[in-house]
């Protein structure tokens, strides 16, 4: 018997292979190419990125860091090179350098792939603000989901609201008759609106393929990107604690190519405001009995933790729940936790401390020394 035909709905999990997207994946090596090109152009050209992190450097140089656990992007040494540059993980509190590269799945119309037009500038456009983010996550960043639009600045607006009203009230649980009503009433505005406009790809596609990579694939982040020169592309987050400090990134480059620019254009709407500016769609994921059945739909919980900074150890000396509420319901995070605890081994102590930079923590001395040939880029004495 042919397996049944599943059908669009904005109130229903759809699925990957329901859309009509094109998907592009681009490997680590097409990632590595990126960079290298990245770096040469920064050393042939004006760069505000570099500028940034050299002022972060200074900044850092003036003001200890005082919390384990905070965010900090760490240039001690060397010259400007992603090996050489470190940022603090969310997830478990190491300092890792920004050189892990990533695969790319970039959605877009089927129309740019008969024009037989290439991926790798969308990724370039915003490659420093994917090393950043992927650089804040020790787990679940292998993989960056990028979808290509040609939403004006406008419409981009309209769409984000959209899918903070979808994940507020209708993500994985029943949305109460009149919110329903909204939802498919703005759904309908939007649908309209881009198809008068001929936008490509159409709304449908972009709601299917958006919620279609939340249900299945949980990302950290996600982009929906927009080639349209007056227009901006939005960075989507799940939780709240994978947004950027704002005491770091406060004046962080708004991705404007133009370095005489005194308008503040956000070619890339990165949160350089925190929780303020960022869209954040948090996932509510079944909570299941012990016999299987579900009981309820609650936001997905995130816990925090401090772990050996040596890459390889599951030692963990501390983890604890992550509280931050959903701030339109009041909801408190509840369900499945993310990553797998059955492996990690929890110590509670304090772990040994580098005595020289006090930023990183090891559980045993050997630890350290397996450790000295990556941390010696970044240690030096506070």
Known sequence: ?????????????????MSELVKTTLDHDSTDMLIEKWLDHRSSAHDAYHEWFRDVRERRRHHRISAQLKQIIAWNKGEFLPENVFCRTVDTGRLIPLDRTWTTHVYHHHSMSERKLSMLPVVFTMLPELMLLRGMHDTGCDEIFIIVTDLKRQEMDDVTEYFKMVCRHSFGTPCKPSVEQRIQAEHHRLCHKLLAQRRTPCFPQIDLTVRAILYEKRPRFFVLFSHQNTSYSQIFFTHPSYIPDEDIFYDYPTGCPNPCCTDDCEMIRFPRRGLETAP????????????????????????????CNWIDCDVCFWQGMNHDRDHSSGESSSGSSEGSEDSMEVKVNHGQLCSRCKLVKYCSSEHQRMDWEEHKRVCVKM
């Open 1 to 17: 018997m042919p397996k049944r035909q599943r059908h669009y709905s904005i109130f229903h999990p759809p699925s990957l292979e």
């Open 280 to 307: 954040v769609l948090q996932i509510r994921v079944p909570k299941r009995k012990k016999d299987g059945s579900k009981v309820s739909k609650k936001l997905e919980r995130v816990r925090q933790r401090e772990m």
